[in-house]
């Protein structure tokens, strides 16, 4: 499959104001042969429309190449810009003439803005003023109109800002960039691959409207993630940038992962869990059983790998990529939970999935829903009251409360901390028992 990439401009062609000496032609052609190299080592055949950083061909003749060659998808690299410094956020736009590939600009919008760490502006089309059925860019027209209708166009941002121009003048970002975005250029076409087979062997996978796949660019961005978790847990670590790139390189949504954080761990006070802050395991792995702490992993970015992996595994048949950090990857049948919704034992139509407790993946859902209304770029969070910290018992009595165990809050309370008499010893074995999660 061909690829055509065009990095924006020429060699000095929009200069970056709060980083001297840089420009967006040259950040671009930098971030165009990176992204190549990525895209060639995952199988596909790719143009540049600038072979050497001083070559500045027209906009029609940029969009030509992809027409003359057959090229699958025309991608145009830019930076955006503004008046003020404070615009920020990265967006991609899509031909009038392939309004089916929506989608995958919708994914890249999200994948770069969640690398960027700030807001997605989003998948959009623009018309051209003269003809309403032509593309308003001259390179997406030239592209679409000779044939190749994948032509997109992507700001990375916004070079008037101070953040943004950091970024892209780093060639270290602009490598993990380029891997990001090929990607998820590399899954949308496998899956395009998939669900158009010759026609002979073609089927149609039923889908499951009202549910939330895994599988995916994250929706919420790591500054909402951030400003969620510092309103309930000053101290928590500040691992969203993690879940947010760990989850784009498997192709999982990180703003997911790090919500069934939020519920295993308690909002990482670790509050009535085995585990312990310095295992860095955020989802509850390997506590199998009662009193179990369950595995431990050496650094944050292996514990939210190995989360990731996990989450995948559940959620598709893909093969991981690079090596294999979750222990517990060979218990999971692979696919059965494909989404979040599935991820309890109880609403599994398989009755398989990550936990035993009811209710599982509404609770991951209810905290996905708080992060996505915390605010964006621009607005600074308002501050909240700390939330008390709750005993032994009423984190059990609440937990079992949510399951569906009990129904009486303060009857179960006192007979836990003993101000109701009863059994105790067989009471709370009984609690324990019913409230364990089960990890894979």
């Not at 997406?140 to 000779?146: D, E, F, L, M, Q």
């Not at 760990?246 to 790090?258: H, K, L, N, S, Y």
């Not at 312990?276 to 509850?284: E, F, L, P, V, W």
Request: hydrophobic content about 40%; glycine content about 10%.
């Amino acid at each position: 499959m061909k690829i055509t990439i065009d990095p924006g401009h020429g060699e000095k062609g929009n200069p970056y104001p709060p980083k001297p000496g840089f420009f967006e032609g040259t950040q671009m052609w930098k971030l165009a042969q990176y992204l190549g190299d990525e895209l060639r080592w995952r199988g596909f055949e790719v143009t540049n429309t600038r072979l050497d950083v001083t070559d500045e061909p027209s906009v029609a003749a940029r969009g030509g190449v992809a027409a003359q060659n057959g090229s699958i998808a025309f991608i145009s690299l830019h930076s955006n810009a503004a008046d003020t410094q404070s615009a920020t956020g990265s967006e991609v736009f899509y031909s009038v003439k392939g309004l089916e590939h929506k989608i995958l600009a919708e994914k890249l919008a999200n994948a770069v803005s969640g690398v960027m760490d700030h807001v997605s502006r989003g998948a959009k089309i623009r018309r051209s003023d003269e003809n309403p059925t032509n593309d308003y860019y001259g390179v997406i027209r030239s592209a679409a109109n000779g044939g190749c209708i994948c032509a997109l166009l992507i700001e990375h941002g916004f070079h008037t800002n101070p953040k943004d121009a950091a970024f892209l003048t780093d060639d270290e970002n602009l490598k993990f960039l380029a891997r990001i975005e090929a990607d998820v250029i590399a899954a949308y076409f496998r899956a395009q691959t998939k669900a158009n087979p010759p026609a002979a062997t073609q089927a149609v996978t039923p889908t499951e409207p009202g549910l939330t796949p895994i599988e995916g660019a994250p929706v919420a961005t790591a500054e909402q993630m951030r400003a969620y978790i510092q309103r309930i847990n000053p101290n928590a670590p500040d691992v969203a940038d993690i879940f947010i790139a760990e989850g784009i390189r498997e192709g999982i949504r990180g703003d997911i992962a790090f919500a069934q954080s939020c519920l295993e761990t308690g909002n990482f006070t670790y509050q009535g869990s085995a585990v312990t802050a310095d295992q860095h395991n955020y989802c509850g792995m390997g506590v199998t059983a009662n009193g179990l702490k369950g595995n431990s992993f050496p650094s944050a970015e292996i514990g939210v790998r190995a989360q990731i992996q996990h989450l995948k595994a559940y959620a598709n048949t893909e093969p991981i990529k690079g090596e294999i950090v979750s222990p517990r990857l060979k218990y999971v049948r692979r696919g059965v939970a494909p989404y979040v919704e599935y991820l309890g034992i109880q609403e599994n139509p398989q009755r398989l999935g990550w936990a035993s407790g009811k209710n599982y993946g509404a609770k991951i859902l209810h905290i996905l829903g708080a992060i996505l209304a915390m605010p964006s770029t621009g607005e600074a969070p308002k501050p909240a009251p700390v939330a008390p910290v709750k005993s032994p018992e009423e984190v059990t009595v609440d937990n079992a409360l949510a399951d569906g165990i009990i129904t009486d809050r303060a009857h179960w309370l006192g007979v836990l901390t003993g101000t109701i008499p009863a059994n105790r010893k067989n009471i709370r074995a009984l609690m324990d028992k019913a409230h364990t999660r089960i990890n894979g």
